[in-house]
């Protein structure tokens, strides 16, 4: 079945420092979703992607999707304290329902 | 409009107990998965319902744990018996096709 591996599992930084996680796919997507987690909560919904080679910003928040649709990245610049949490990509592919969630990354930002 | 509530927010139990989790979707969303949560094997899908009906059933664990969706707007997934290994965050989410999820704030289950 589709499996989606993000990278790395944990990351921490000085705030103020850029962070980057990855998810590549064993299959071709349909689309992504990135989701985030903060600690003691559920995951919220960030973004989706669609299209190949897609570039999406939300401020600082950086989304990209592959050009083959098997790979994605979130580039979070100049970390604030407010950005720790983990981080989960899901990847939609085959039925219309069903996304598969990375292990995710888990942030911390030391002030 | 509300989000998607679940109850218990907390649930200690020993082992063998019955545990029942619920979900309340939001008002017009017409699917609904749940999924569970551990540090080892992170966010797991265990069943989702479309309109009512149980569409994927394979993440379900085994016969142990079973899903209802009675009416459009509610849902529980019953464990019966728990077990130790069963510990975990359960968070059910309501789905409108083809958008993002929308997650409760989740049920942690302790069992002894």
């Known amino acids: 079945g589709q499996q989606v591996m993000q990278i790395p599992q944990y990351q921490h930084v000085q705030e103020g420092e850029d962070f980057t996680t990855y998810c590549n796919s064993s299959t071709t997507l349909s689309n992504i979703q990135w989701y985030k987690q903060r600690p003691g909560g559920h995951p919220v919904f960030l973004i989706q992607?669609?299209?190949?080679?897609e570039v999406k910003k939300q401020k600082r928040l950086t989304f990209q999707f592959g050009e083959a649709k098997k790979n994605s990245s979130l580039h979070i610049t100049a970390t604030q304290t407010t950005d720790v949490g983990t981080y989960f990509c899901a990847g939609g592919g085959g039925s219309n329902y069903k996304l598969t969630f990375g292990k995710g990354t888990l942030l911390t930002v030391n002030p | 409009d509300a989000g998607v509530i679940q109850s218990p927010r907390h649930e200690v139990t020993e082992m063998g107990q019955e545990v029942t989790l619920r979900c309340k979707l939001i008002?017009?969303?017409?699917?609904l998965f749940w999924y569970r949560q551990t540090m080892m094997r992170g966010l797991e899908l265990l069943i989702y319902?479309?309109?009512?009906?149980?569409?994927?059933d394979s993440g379900m664990p085994e016969d142990r744990f079973s899903a209802k969706m009675p009416n459009a707007s509610f849902s529980t997934l019953k464990i019966q018996p728990s077990e130790p290994r069963d510990s975990a965050v359960y968070f059910c989410?309501?789905?409108?096709?083809?958008?993002?999820?929308?997650f409760g704030e989740g049920s942690r289950l302790t069992v002894l």
């Open positions: 989410a309501s789905y409108p096709p083809i958008r993002e999820l929308f």
């Open positions: 319902f479309n309109n009512n009906v149980p569409i994927d």
């Open positions: 992607l669609v299209k190949s080679g």
């Open positions: 008002s017009g969303h017409n699917s």
